[in-house]
């Protein structure tokens, strides 16, 4: 059973356009992280939220939690071909941590 | 350098044939965790523990064992591994388990079991 899903599974854009990524639940978390994962290494943590509502700003990323603390958006403006990952969602419940199935970004030139 | 390290990096083995993945952290973090991560299936966690002797299943725990003797130190044990824990397998470590803990993650060990 996946606690998190992610979508869209993929996605492929071109340089300079904007896009957002989805991570719903039914369960709710006390904070919810996004990571990003290059080939061949461990996720990085870009963000933690922990507020219902809460909206942080990372540059050209924009996180937002909802409300009710089981959903989450990532939304990228503007992207580069640095952007190009896989991203992943994470929310805690108990001692556990539950991660998304991911969204393989790529930005093409 | 602050770190979470693994080895071996890379493991071919055989049905049946115990070993251990070793992860050590140099942070003095409390909260330390083992992940396998699987396509279509993202991460999940098999163990994890709060401190020193106090570990715990997640939500993947069949055919593992772990320990936590040393604050830094959290090996991954497979007693008898099956093909069907072949995957790339993280370790992950953070200050503590409060809300939003940064976890750092290691950089994984791809294991293959023939």
């Known amino acids: 059973t996946q606690l998190l899903e992610q979508s869209p599974q993929f996605l492929s854009i071109q340089e300079g356009e904007n896009l957002t990524v989805y991570c719903n639940s039914s369960?709710?978390?006390?904070?919810l992280q996004w990571y990003r994962q290059e080939p061949g290494e461990g996720p990085v943590l870009l963000v933690t939220?922990?507020?219902?509502?809460e909206v942080k700003k990372l540059k050209r990323l924009t996180f937002q939690f909802g409300d009710a603390r089981k959903d989450s958006s990532l939304h990228i403006t503007a992207a580069q071909t640095g952007d190009t990952g896989l991203y992943l969602c994470?929310?805690?419940?108990?001692?556990?941590?539950?991660f998304g199935t991911g969204t393989s970004l790529t930005v093409i030139p | 350098e602050a770190q979470v390290t693994q080895n071996p990096r890379y493991l071919i083995t055989v049905t049946g044939k115990k070993l251990t993945v070793t992860c050590s952290q140099n942070m003095n973090h409390e909260y330390m965790s083992w992940y396998r991560q699987d396509p279509g299936l993202g991460l999940r966690q098999i163990y994890y523990s709060m401190n020193v002797e106090a570990t715990d299943k997640g939500d993947v725990p069949e055919g593992y064992k772990v320990s936590r003797k040393e604050k830094r130190n959290f090996p991954l044990i497979l007693e008898s591994p099956s093909p069907n824990q072949t995957s790339l397998y993280f370790c992950a470590s953070s200050l503590s388990f409060l809300a939003g803990g940064h976890q750092f993650f290691g950089p994984g060990t791809r294991l293959t079991v023939l």
């Open positions: 369960s709710v978390f006390s904070s």
């Open positions: 939220v922990v507020t219902g509502g």
């Open positions: 994470a929310g805690d419940v108990g001692n556990q941590f539950y």
